[in-house]
């Protein structure tokens, strides 16, 4: 658990990064602004994972999945956030999948290189 309230606040180079990307080029914002926003988001997410908690309780679950965050936007009355939410956890996860296979595939190349180069010293 945090300790004090600033250690539940999102990182600020974090929340400037996404703050720049969701709005026009040359807009200036105010570190000010950026900690506002921090803060809001940090609350927002806690609500969300209380409500979620909350779901995942009423459902016999220690383990909150996605399928509780996602009713728990609902529940919150931030139902316009769903499908948002969804098509960009889709997009995560096909990335994350993505990632994962070209890792492996690395690795089986790496390996294959490696088991030519012992073949050769044999030789």
Known sequence: MAEKLEDLNL???VVA???KEGLPDGVIVSKE???AVARAASVFV???TSTANTIAMRNKRKTINSDDVF???IDTEY???QEPLKESFEDFKK???QKKESA????MSKDRRTEYDDEDEDS
């Open 11 to 13: 990182p600020l180079s």
């Open 104 to 107: 492996a595939r690395k690795r």
């Open 71 to 73: 009713q728990a936007v």
């Open 17 to 19: 990064r996404l703050v």
């Open 46 to 48: 806690l609500y969300i």
């Open 33 to 35: 602004a950026k900690t």
């Open 79 to 81: 139902q316009w956030l």
């Open 95 to 97: 990335l994350q999948r």
